[in-house]
């Protein structure tokens, strides 16, 4: 069953969009990616956003159990990296601040959905993880990126090479996120900041979120080669045997055996 994204208006001026997957815990299907890429809300309908997922869970990241097996190698990419590349790239370029509510974990492509949102609140029992390490994927540089301008470059080496998952309060001490809601306030707090966000001048908000999308964004320019080696060198591990063993044991919850190849 497919997932998709569930859309009410929880005070004036704010649209709050819910992930919904239940039975795979949040994960980010094509229909809730294509949601994100292509149908949120404009600024004649909502002067905030908040992004949130159901109880327990925000996302358990990217749905690598629909990768087709007869397809694995050659289609990995297309079906992985282009539709979350277009979701972030429509969070990133919406014009009013968007607001995660993290109702629970937040893992792999999750945590960057997460990132890619201006201010983020989070429930004290939620548990945030980057797991590419486990699974033979060499993340995208522009996702490396987007965690290094977040939490700097040492904790970003914790999250994506070590692999573990870190709680509420370490999250919110590394910066990940803004703040930690009392136990099963995460809805209600999120909508007092969002309304908040609301009574701000709203030329000043656009404004401002602008120009700090560009100043990200022109302080991490590489040198074209260098972004196409890197480039390749994610292209490459869609084919790997690491990638098809890391993806399989994830399925059969088990533990991955690497081969470096």
């Known amino acids: 069953m497919a997932g998709s994204v569930i859309r009410d208006e929880p005070a004036e001026g704010v649209v709050r969009l819910k992930i919904s997957n239940p039975t795979k815990r949040g994960a980010l299907d094509h229909p809730i990616l294509d949601e994100l890429a292509n149908k949120l809300p404009s600024t004649d309908e909502a002067r905030c956003l908040i992004l949130t997922g159901e109880d327990k869970i925000f996302s358990a990241g990217y749905d690598i159990g629909d990768i087709p097996e007869a397809v694995f190698a050659e289609e990995a990419e297309k079906l992985i990296a282009h539709p979350f590349a277009a979701a972030l790239e429509g969070l990133d370029h919406c014009e009013v601040p968007i607001v995660a509510a993290i109702t629970g974990h937040a893992v792999g492509g999750g945590l960057e959905i997460a990132l890619a949102c201006d201010l983020r609140i989070t ?43 870190i709680d509420a309060q370490t999250a919110h001490h590394w910066g990940l996120v803004n703040e930690i809601s009392a136990e099963g306030g995460v809805a209600e707090q999120a909508v007092a900041m969002a309304v908040e966000l609301v009574n701000n001048a709203p030329l000043s908000i656009r404004g401002n979120k602008r120009i700090l999308r560009e100043l990200a964004a022109a302080a991490g320019e590489l040198e074209p080669g260098v972004e196409q080696e890197l480039l390749e060198l994610r292209r490459a591990c869609f084919s790997s045997a690491d990638f098809r063993e890391g993806v399989s044991a994830f399925a059969e919850r088990r533990e991955a055996r690497f081969e470096g190849r």
Do not use: C
């Open 123 to 165: 429930e004290p029992t939620a548990r945030f993880g980057m797991p590419p390490a486990k699974l033979g994927l060499v993340y995208s540089h522009t996702g490396l990126r987007r965690f290094i301008d977040a939490v700097g470059v040492p904790r970003t080496r914790e999250l994506f090479l070590l692999g573990r998952r």
